[in-house]
């Protein structure tokens, strides 16, 4: 992304290694901090930096289940 000038990314993992990236990233996460498969995680990448926005929301699926309950 970067060579080409930029924009958005979307990156597919697994949970146990989305949480050893925050923790590498950010100290101040625990070193196992129970990302949940299926959780988004919102990295941000600038200037050489990568800081962590969102770890591990799954309120889409709070979202979903009101959603289906309702049917």
């Given at each position: 992304?970067e060579?080409?000038?930029?924009?958005?990314?979307?990156v597919?993992?697994?949970?146990?290694?989305?949480?050893t990236?925050?923790?590498?990233?950010d100290?101040?996460?625990?070193?196992?901090?129970e990302?949940?498969?299926?959780s988004?995680?919102?990295v941000e990448y600038?200037k050489?930096?990568?800081?962590?926005?969102i770890l591990g929301d799954?309120?889409y699926?709070?979202?979903?289940a009101?959603?289906?309950?309702a049917?």
């Amino acid at each position: 992304m970067e060579a080409a000038g930029g924009g958005n990314a979307l990156v597919v993992s697994h949970s146990m290694t989305i949480g050893t990236f925050a923790y590498l990233l950010d100290k101040s996460i625990s070193k196992n901090p129970e990302v949940d498969n299926g959780s988004v995680t919102v990295v941000e990448y600038e200037k050489g930096q990568f800081t962590i926005q969102i770890l591990g929301d799954v309120s889409y699926r709070k979202v979903g289940a009101k959603i289906l309950d309702a049917k």
